[in-house]
């Protein structure tokens, strides 16, 4: 059993500034891609970051140069953090891994619960 396990969101004013962190626990041999996404109402999910297990970053135009995503190995977890934030970005954040967990298997994908972040004033 593999739980991903989010936390950090809330409500933000315009301009301000979130982490949001991701722990992935449980019978896991090796990471490999780590991401974050999000899904405002009404509309598709949307990816916004990834980090390779190469160390390779990768953004969305939208979040590109105000939010950054960074992973510790050791513990299994991905960081997103979220800069100068504005209304736009207010959705549900969800993380996602994907993973073996055993050097047989093949890859699983996994998700987070979700964390409401809110840009508001």
């Known amino acids: 059993q593999v739980q991903l396990v989010e936390s950090g969101g809330g409500l933000v004013q315009p301009g301000g500034s979130l982490r949001l962190s991701c722990a992935a626990s449980?019978?896991?041999?090796?990471?490999?891609?780590m991401a974050w996404y999000r899904q405002a109402p009404g509309k598709q999910r949307e990816l916004l970051a990834t980090?390779?297990?190469?160390?390779?970053?990768n953004y969305a135009d939208s979040v590109k140069g105000r939010f950054t995503i960074s992973r510790d190995s050791t513990k299994n977890t991905v960081y997103l953090q979220m800069n100068s934030l504005k209304p736009e970005d207010t959705a549900v954040y969800y993380c996602y891994v994907d993973l073996i967990t055993t050097p047989s298997a093949h890859i699983d994908m996994y998700w987070g619960q979700g964390t409401q972040v809110t840009v508001s004033s």
């Open positions: 980090a390779t297990s190469g160390g390779t970053t």
């Open positions: 449980g019978n896991i041999f090796r990471v490999y891609t």
